[in-house]
Each structure stands twice: as C-alpha cells, then as structure tokens.
C-alpha cells in the first residue's frame, strides 16, 4: 500500500513502514510526530498532568479547540467558521479525546531508532511556519530514512494539506505516481 500521515497520522504511517516494510511501497509524512518535543504543543504538554488526563475526554471547550487552530495554521486568516466547527466537532467525536491524551502519554516513551530501518521511498512534505513540530525535525526525518526527500512550504503550518492543498495534492501524486523517485523535484 501507499501510506501518508499528518502529525499523529505521520507518527502512526512511519511506524507502520518501520514495523512492516514489506507491505509498504512508498509513504508520505506530513510535518509527522517522531522525535521529542522541546517545547511541547500546549495540549500535549497538558497531557502530562493527571487531573488533566482524566479531565480531557469530559471537556467540550471551543477554546481549546480555537486556540490550537490557531497554532497549526500559518496563516491563521485561513481559519473560517466552517472550519473552526469542524474541527470542534471531529474533536468531541467518541473517543478522540481520551485516545488523543494516550498517544501523547505513550508518545514520551518512543523508541526513534525505528525511523532509520524504514526502506519505503518517502516524501516528507513540511510547513515552514510550523509552531507544533519544528522544520528541524523534517530534516531529522531526511537524515535518518536513506533516500528520502524534502519538500517545504513558505507561510505554512502545521497542516500543508488544508492551508495550501492545492501544492501538497500536485506533490503527493507526483511522488506517489513516480516510476523512479529520484526524478521528483526537492524545493
């Protein structure tokens, strides 16, 4: 299969490739989690606390749904109405919060020795203004997976695919429609 992942789905697609390299022909990781954070996201670093681990999943706060929209996107004029209630919604979803609050719990304890067994060709496609997970950490990725490659996105954050989808869309399926991947274009 093809995998790409964003952030949590970054971190769930290349450990997949890692675990199971057999069933993976490329994948794309998308300013994807994987090494520590310095300065954690403000939910992640609430993750930490207790009361708040057990508090979270009852919490239905537009607030804290607002204020990391805010810091994922660049350019946060980009965040309408429409998508700030999608996001609110997707996040009071079954489930999301309490798993959400269990991978970053789990998070602390990642072994990233795993990223530099993956063999999958892969594109590591990251926005520049990224206030979660560093640009370092796209190039980190590119160090340690042999043969991948980098593409980056100005005035970009943390989700390129929304904030510049059309960009992200062309590049996704050029790499994945590439016979010989060292033809795509790095920017």
């Known amino acids: 299969c093809y995998m790409a992942g964003n952030s949590l789905g970054g971190f769930i697609t290349w450990n997949y490739a890692a675990a199971h390299p057999e069933q993976v022909k490329k994948i794309i990781l998308i300013d994807a989690a994987g090494y520590p954070f310095k300065r954690p996201p403000m939910m ?50 079954a489930g999301n919060r309490a798993s959400f609050m269990a991978f970053i719990n789990h998070f602390r304890e990642v072994d990233t020795n795993a990223i530099k067994t993956i063999k999958a060709p892969t594109l590591i496609m990251w926005g ?60």
Do not use: C
């Not at 695919?161 to 016979?179: I, P, R, S």
């Open 128 to 187: 520049e203004k990224d206030r979660w997970i560093p640009l370092v950490d796209a190039e980190k990725f590119h160090r340690d997976i042999a043969g991948s490659q980098v593409i980056t996105y100005p005035g970009v954050g943390h989700i390129p695919m929304e904030e510049d989808a059309n960009q992200t869309v062309a590049d996704a399926l050029h790499f994945f429609d590439t016979v010989n991947d060292s033809t795509l274009a790095v920017q």
């Open 44 to 93: 992640a670093a609430l993750a930490g606390n207790k009361l708040i681990t057990w508090l979270a999943p009852k919490l239905s706060s537009r607030f804290i749904v607002n204020a990391s929209m805010r810091q994922v996107y660049g350019d946060p004029s980009k965040i309408t109405d429409s998508v700030a209630e999608r996001y609110y919604e997707l996040s009071m979803r």
